[in-house]
């Protein structure tokens, strides 16, 4: 017999008739008042109890086998239990190793930069060694790489934005780009702010998003490409017309910068090919 509420119910319902047969037998409305005197004052006869005692051996032996069910499950369940914890407790430490192994990275990257940085040092001056203010820049720079990781850029929207004639923030634009974007997961918005100094013509100044996880931003500008085709009314400027990017350091934007004009070349020479750039150099589609 499988435990259940079910079997419980019905074993209830057994006792409960049996109790009423005896009550009503006794003329007597709670059966822990019933005595032997008032089933013989009612006449009740040896054959008539010996069928009421069969009823509750019945009852008696079912118990024991729903007794015996009940326990089964919960030794199921404590197992359960067990295995859960095991479980919670073997994905808390492959969650601690993966913050450990971050670590280490973000600890070996500044070690690498530290090295570096003082070898230049050392071979254009000598006699200096790397100063306090030096070695802050370099951990400085390798947690900045570090967090530019989760963030991303948005360029081409205006810098005072307007949906059906109402002025909108920010706030309201990241959301429902997400939306055309076709995310497998909403990502986590952690800050959304404008960045660089505010012109006085229509161009926007770019907005930084930052997320909490850098595998949210790789997915975003992953499927950015989707916004080319996005067909959205309402607004004073186009989402297809939207251009989003990583958030790169100087060193990266001046090497982004040359690798668009070496690829600006080629179009020149040949546009009858379609570039583009990819792992830090411009490439030439099949």
């Known amino acids: 017999m ?29 059966l822990e ?25 019945g009852v008696i032996e079912e118990s024991k086998t729903v007794l015996k069910a009940a326990v089964a499950k919960l030794d199921e369940q404590k197992s359960e239990i067990v295995d859960n914890q095991r479980t919670l407790i073997q994905t808390q430490q492959e969650l601690i190793q993966c913050k ?34 030096k070695l802050k820049n370099v951990v400085r720079s390798a947690i900045t ?21 109402m002025q909108i923030d ?3 634009l990241v959301p429902e780009m997400f939306g055309l974007l ?9 800050k959304i702010q404008r960045v660089g100094e505010k012109k006085s013509d229509r161009n926007g100044r770019p907005i930084k998003v930052t997320l909490r996880s850098a595998i949210a931003v790789h997915e975003v500008l992953r499927k950015a490409k989707t916004l080319k085709s996005a067909n ?23 090497s982004r910068q040359k690798l668009v004009q070496e690829m600006k070349g080629m179009i020149t020479k040949d546009s009858s090919k379609r570039y583009f750039i990819r792992n830090d150099k411009v490439c030439v589609a099949d």
């Open 145 to 165: 790489d570090s967090d530019r990781s989760k963030n991303f850029l948005i360029f081409g929207a205006n810098e005072e934005m307007l949906c059906e004639g």
């Open 182 to 190: 076709e995310l497998t997961q909403y990502p986590v918005i952690e």
């Open 232 to 254: 959205v009314s309402g607004y004073n400027f186009h989402f297809s017309k939207l251009y989003l990017s990583p958030d790169r350091s100087l060193d990266e934007r001046k």
């Open 2 to 30: 499988e435990f259940s509420v079910t079997t419980v119910n019905a074993l209830e319902g057994k006792m409960l008739a049996v109790s009423e047969t005896v009550s009503k037998l006794a003329n007597c409305a709670k």
């Open 100 to 133: 450990t192994d971050k670590l280490d990275l973000v600890q070996k990257t500044v070690e690498t930069e530290i090295k570096t940085f003082s070898e230049v040092v050392k071979m254009n001056n000598p006699g200096n060694s790397m100063s306090t203010e």
């Open 170 to 172: 920010e706030e309201h």
């Open 33 to 57: 008042n019933v005595t032997v005197d008032m089933l013989k004052q009612r006449g009740v006869t040896k054959d008539i109890l010996a069928g009421l005692v069969l009823q509750m051996v």
